[in-house]
């Protein structure tokens, strides 16, 4: 073999073995490190009534809660610290029948403030194992796992005062400011019946809340046509796997991938928001580029200035006792 022939062979071996090692540092950050880098993003967003007092709402979504993940619980608890107004879940907060123990003491106190959830997928059946390429090429053809206890869930909830909006409207106050709120069952699953909470939010409440798992635009057009001034979902993961100057690769719905975490405007009145989430499939246990996250939301008048867009892209890691940095 002539020696311009070895040096290629050696040469094609080196960027085989660089590739190789590349790959394996790439999946150890992404499922050893990146995946409980627990993150807190904030942003402002103005969608609030004229000469509104600032809303403080905190965001949770897709925890995909297994028994043993302590850290994740101990985190989420200490949310509590942010003093939240508001406390928005946006579901598939299980991974396991034996998980809802785990998500109640997560919420700890949190359940003591005022707060309304959907449920998701993940709330009603157990992960199962996927091809990868499912997500890349996405069916109409669901697998779904065991049924979860997601009864148990929503009692535990609704025992600590949150609203429950699948396919119902309602009114609370918040510290004397009035919430019109609304949601739909997981769209993901075909579930939503928007008709059921159709028509127009009442117009003299400081906020018009929408919610729902997952983000399909056939959803959030509907609740911008009837006025909602807000949107809240999670269900994206925020890509989970994302390429940096890209972004991310899928969104698992019809979102496109612009959208998949973080503010953004759906028409002429209304706001978008989707969480990247907490958690991952048990099956697929890795993030890259898109750390698990809770959202901090400043909602402020409508005539505020603000850059939501901007600040929704801010993260930071959240220090239980030290606030945020």
């Given at each position: 073999m002539s020696d311009s022939v070895n040096d290629t062979v050696r040469t094609l071996g080196r960027l085989a073995l660089g590739t190789t090692a590349l790959g394996a540092a790439t999946l150890a950050y992404a499922a050893g490190f990146e995946r409980t880098h627990w993150t807190l993003r904030q942003a402002?967003?103005?969608?609030?009534?004229?000469?509104?007092?600032?809303?403080?709402?905190?965001?949770?979504?897709?925890?995909?809660?297994?028994?043993g993940q302590k850290s994740k619980q101990r985190w989420v608890a200490a949310l509590d610290e942010l003093n939240p107004d508001l406390v928005i879940n946006t579901g598939d907060n299980l991974?396991?029948?034996?998980?809802?123990?785990?998500?109640?003491?997560?919420?700890?106190?949190?359940?003591?403030?005022?707060?309304?959830?959907?449920?998701?997928?993940?709330?009603?059946?157990?992960?199962?194992?996927?091809?990868p390429a499912r997500y890349l090429f996405p069916s109409n053809k669901r697998i779904h796992g065991i049924p979860l206890p997601w009864r148990d869930l929503r009692a535990a909830f609704l025992e600590r005062g949150w609203h429950d909006l699948t396919h119902t409207r309602t009114l609370f106050t918040v510290d004397g400011r009035t919430i019109a709120a609304a949601g739909v069952d997981d769209p993901h699953l075909k579930r939503d019946r928007y008709d059921d909470?159709?028509?127009?939010?009442?117009?003299?409440?400081?906020?018009?809340?929408?919610?729902?798992?997952?983000?399909?635009?056939?959803?959030?057009?509907?609740?911008?046509?009837?006025?909602?001034?807000?949107?809240?979902?999670?269900?994206?993961?925020?890509?989970?796997?994302?390429?940096?100057?890209?972004?991310?690769?899928?969104?698992?719905?019809?979102?496109?991938?612009s959208r998949a975490r973080g503010a953004s405007r759906w028409g002429a009145h209304t706001w978008l928001h989707v969480s990247a989430g907490l958690g991952t499939s048990p099956y697929a246990p890795v993030r890259f580029a898109c750390p698990p996250e809770a959202s901090l939301l400043t909602l402020v008048p409508r005539t505020t200035s603000a850059d939501p867009a901007a600040e929704a892209s801010r993260g930071a890691r959240f220090n239980p006792g030290a606030g945020v940095r």
């Amino acid at each position: 073999m002539s020696d311009s022939v070895n040096d290629t062979v050696r040469t094609l071996g080196r960027l085989a073995l660089g590739t190789t090692a590349l790959g394996a540092a790439t999946l150890a950050y992404a499922a050893g490190f990146e995946r409980t880098h627990w993150t807190l993003r904030q942003a402002t967003l103005p969608v609030l009534a004229e000469g509104a007092r600032p809303l403080r709402v905190l965001h949770l979504s897709d925890l995909h809660m297994l028994p043993g993940q302590k850290s994740k619980q101990r985190w989420v608890a200490a949310l509590d610290e942010l003093n939240p107004d508001l406390v928005i879940n946006t579901g598939d907060n299980l991974a396991h029948k034996q998980a809802v123990p785990a998500v109640v003491r997560a919420l700890g106190p949190l359940l003591n403030r005022p707060g309304a959830f959907v449920f998701g997928s993940n709330d009603y059946f157990a992960p199962k194992p996927k091809n990868p390429a499912r997500y890349l090429f996405p069916s109409n053809k669901r697998i779904h796992g065991i049924p979860l206890p997601w009864r148990d869930l929503r009692a535990a909830f609704l025992e600590r005062g949150w609203h429950d909006l699948t396919h119902t409207r309602t009114l609370f106050t918040v510290d004397g400011r009035t919430i019109a709120a609304a949601g739909v069952d997981d769209p993901h699953l075909k579930r939503d019946r928007y008709d059921d909470i159709a028509g127009k939010p009442d117009r003299q409440a400081t906020l018009r809340l929408g919610v729902t798992h997952s983000p399909e635009p056939r959803v959030l057009d509907r609740f911008a046509e009837d006025g909602y001034d807000l949107v809240m979902a999670g269900h994206t993961h925020g890509g989970q796997l994302r390429i940096p100057g890209y972004g991310a690769i899928v969104t698992n719905c019809q979102l496109d991938r612009s959208r998949a975490r973080g503010a953004s405007r759906w028409g002429a009145h209304t706001w978008l928001h989707v969480s990247a989430g907490l958690g991952t499939s048990p099956y697929a246990p890795v993030r890259f580029a898109c750390p698990p996250e809770a959202s901090l939301l400043t909602l402020v008048p409508r005539t505020t200035s603000a850059d939501p867009a901007a600040e929704a892209s801010r993260g930071a890691r959240f220090n239980p006792g030290a606030g945020v940095r």
